[in-house]
């Protein structure tokens, strides 16, 4: 028999095995011994009281054996299959081509980056020199950005396909099984590489292909109908069914699809900075406690507030954390963040967005290239404010909300470097208004939010993709190229690890060969 039971636990017994028995007997009224085994199925952190406790949802098998967690399989040898064109190994087009093993397609992987061991000196390059090579960054490369974007897994995009499955193929791949049970799972992008490596090894091993150094620089096409790609190399690769995953930083395929007058849009984004906290401020705040008890990982937030009729928000909150610099062309400074696995770096960050829609850019209505390239303009004047080598333009918090150069700037996670820098001659005044009205309404939300211990560093501005390539909502091809499967961010239809990855499972699933 087996019985699903919610118990609540105090950090102190998260790790005890006999206290959680203990407590099923309890609540389930029968001897402990008749307890065999239990599997947990949901864990999260519950801190709306002053108690914090875990909230656990766990089935408990009684009087029969404990039943084994059986991650299903079933992929083919694709050696000598039909064959789809996917652009971009990110989680979008990684996905799309481990699907494509259990359909019985051969994966063409074409990665403008390079492998992952190969992309880490570029990246100790960026940090340690602000060189940035547009090929190879925290956008480009093996895993796309989200090998270099904390792994966080939590997703809304339960109704685009099945979450569980996504997560189960991270495990099948090396990711823990708590992953499989965390409200907010998070692998840690420490972790991600060698789980994005292995990936790579399963594609191979059943017959895909996946090439690096090998930008797509043509989309080839004749009579409405997708014929293949013109790699970088000067290989014509052909297929009937080609996969664009090349997330949202590839703007050149944005300007192809401008040469070729293929039907884009503008879309809306989130433009803002990242706002980072010493770690222990984050804690006390929201765990109401002096001190982190050693249970407890370090703490999340997640705030929002209507300002002028915007909605400011938190975003890609990096709990132990550091700001990383994700530029993809020289003279242009983009901030993001990312977490290890154990989130034991000493400050939290998150991005503090508003969006930014049709309206407020001259022309969008008309112009689907408007956003992008407001977007553009606003990377090139935060470089400008930096002085160069991505030396990032920053204003403590309180400074900046009452409109006050910053005399020096604290200790923070960015890298290449901070420089006291006047953040509304940057963001457009929308922004910068929306954020000044918000942050001390934080503050008052979270007890040591609103402080000068905080930093805000610019800017935040790939939050997600600026175009839209349309796609027919039921065969998921552009309404003017047949066979063309515009898919994840940089398209415009998923916004992170999980939702890109179902994203390109889905567009495998609407090729009919």
Known sequence: MQKEIEIALAPEHIHDNNYLLDMA?????????????????????????????????????????????????????????????????????????????????????????????????????????????????????????????????????NKRGDVQKVLQIFVKHGATEDILVDARPHIGTNKLPH?????????LEHGGEIRFDCRVDDILEAFGKVKGVQTSQGDRILSDHVILATGHSARDIFHLFRRKSWLVEAKPFALGVRIEHPQDIIDRAQYHCSTRHENLPPAYYSLVEQVNNRGVFSFCMCPGGIIAPCATAHEEIVVNGWSPSKRNNPHANSG?????????????????????????DIEQRAFRAGGGQLVAPAQRMVDFVQNRLSNDLPDNSYKPGTKSADLSEILPPFVHEALRGALPIFGKKMKGYYTNQAVLVGVESRTSSPVRIPRDKDNLQHPEVAGLYPCGEGAGYAGGIVSAAIDGINCVDAIRI
Do not use: W
């Open 25 to 157: 007997s309890k609540k389930l009224n029968i001897e402990k011994s008749r307890i065999k085994g239990h599997h947990i199925i949901k864990r999260s952190i519950d801190a709306r009281g002053r108690q914090v406790r875990y909230r656990l949802r766990v089935v408990f098998f009684i009087d029969e054996d404990t039943a084994p967690t059986i991650l299903a399989s079933d992929i083919k040898k694709v050696h000598d299959a039909p064959s789809v064109i996917i652009i971009g190994a990110g989680p979008a087009g990684l996905f799309a081509a481990y699907r494509c093993l259990e359909r019985g397609l051969k994966p063409i992987v074409l990665e403008r980056g390079k492998s992952v061991k190969d992309r880490r000196r570029d990246l100790a390059l960026i940090n340690r020199e602000g060189v940035v090579n547009p090929e190879s960054n925290y956008c480009f490369g093996e895993g796309g950005a989200g090998t270099y974007s904390d792994g966080k897994l939590y997703t809304r995009s």
């Open 352 to 376: 503090t967005v508003i969006q930014v829609n049709l309206e407020d850019v001259p022309h969008a209505d008309t112009n689907p290239f408007a956003l992008l390239e407001f977007q553009h």
């Open 195 to 203: 789980i994005i490596e292995d990936m790579r090894h399963t594609i």
